[in-house]
């Protein structure tokens, strides 16, 4: 069974500042790790994934994640988050033989001051 | 222009009633999915069809019955409804066979049931 963990239901930061939302798992076969966004009102729009390789993926809009097996972690950071990044965000793993069968973190609230 | 469209965008229906949500995906996509975000609740895993085929099925009642009518199509029918039903369905979509693992998933905007 997999289960998704993002321990911070609310992050607030200020315009220009760097940000890290985190996500743990738990499994213990290949998995699939990625993250989306959902501004308010909206769905769910992917932002990177990660399965094997270079433990840092990039993705849109200058958010990159790092991968860590020994941490069982997939946190997601940005360098200079803009006021337009206030979103709900979730990371999300599948198993390598669950097709595209998501299991979804909770969410984080990220809200970006001026 | 959104790709996928999702009707109607609000619902509210009373308990033991029966309601259909319409999905259609203009993405030339293979697979298609449900999902429910209750209240307070990570995004759940409900459905998902590849090539109009029921190809994993996570929801424990028979009163969610997805339909498909063509390949770009899956509605959700769900059948005497409960306050507990009240939730955002998202209808999600994915380019190849829904057996894919790695394959990034598109979302609608989500169908708000309200259940009273």
């Known amino acids: 069974t997999q289960t998704v963990s993002q321990s911070d239901a609310h992050v607030t930061v200020f315009e220009g500042d760097s940000v890290e939302l985190r996500c743990n798992y738990s499994?213990?076969?290949?998995?699939?790790l990625s993250w989306y966004i959902q501004h308010h009102g909206h769905g769910l729009q992917f932002l990177l994934k990660?399965?094997?390789?270079?433990?840092v993926v990039q993705g849109v809009n200058g958010f990159e994640a790092e991968f860590s097996k020994s941490d069982s972690s997939f946190h997601l950071r940005k360098a200079s988050v803009h006021w337009s990044d206030s979103a709900v965000y979730f990371c999300?793993?599948?198993?390598?033989?669950?097709?595209?069968?998501?299991?979804f973190g909770i969410g984080t609230l990220l809200s970006v001051k001026p | 222009d959104p790709k996928i469209i999702q009707k109607p965008k609000y619902l509210v229906a009373v308990t033991g009633s029966e309601k259909i949500l319409i999905c259609e995906q203009y993405?030339?996509?293979?697979?298609m999915y449900w999902y429910r975000q209750s209240a307070k609740k990570p995004l759940e895993f409900m459905f998902s069809y590849s090539y109009q085929k029921l190809m994993d099925n996570q929801t424990a009642s028979s009163r969610f019955q997805p339909q498909s009518s063509k390949k770009n199509h899956l509605d959700l029918q769900i059948t005497a409804l409960k306050p507990d039903d009240s939730a955002t369905y998202f209808c999600?979509?994915?380019?190849?066979?829904?057996?894919?693992?790695?394959?990034?998933?598109?979302f609608g905007h989500g169908t708000k049931l309200s259940v009273l």
């Open positions: 990660y399965y094997s390789g270079n433990p």
């Open positions: 999300a793993v599948s198993a390598g033989s669950s097709g595209n069968k998501l299991i």
């Open positions: 999600a979509s994915s380019p190849g066979a829904g057996g894919v693992s790695n394959e990034r998933l598109f």
């Open positions: 499994y213990g076969g290949s998995i699939y």
């Open positions: 993405l030339g996509h293979n697979a």
